[in-house]
């Protein structure tokens, strides 16, 4: 089973973009929670992408409480500088979902609240707001890829 990167209400293009080529690259899910702050059709997201599209699998939801009806099971990690733990501290297993806010803003608190010690940072300076998101992404994927053993890549 594949990872899920969950990018709830993304709001660039150009980040979008490298994270679906990320996903492509590693066979994992992409699923993009609308509202979007671009269209999928957007030259900057396909830029990002390069050739990688068709490589990818991208769904669509409509809202955050769509897409906890799509997957009312998904053993979910929810990425936040208010995390408490590491990123590096769960034990990530194949068909789990790691889930990324909107880069201006994060996850929203009643996200946050309800995810309770699935909440997990990427530790950096003080002072500092954030990294980016498609490298956060990619940080947190290739640990989970990195414990599960690499499966179905060489």
Known sequence: MP???????????????????????????????????????????????????????IEEHASWPAFCRAYPRANCYYFSTKGKRLYTEPGYREGDFLIFGPETRGLPAAILEEAGDRVLRIPMRPGLRSLNLANSVALVLYEALRQSGFPGLV
Do not use: M
């Open 3 to 57: 990872f899920h990167i969950v990018l709830v209400e993304p709001e660039i293009p150009q980040n979008a973009g490298n994270i679906a080529r990320t996903c492509a690259a590693t066979g994992s899910v992409l699923h993009l929670i609308h509202p979007l702050g671009f269209t999928l059709s957007e030259k900057h997201l396909k830029r990002a992408g390069l050739d990688y599209w068709d490589w990818v699998v």
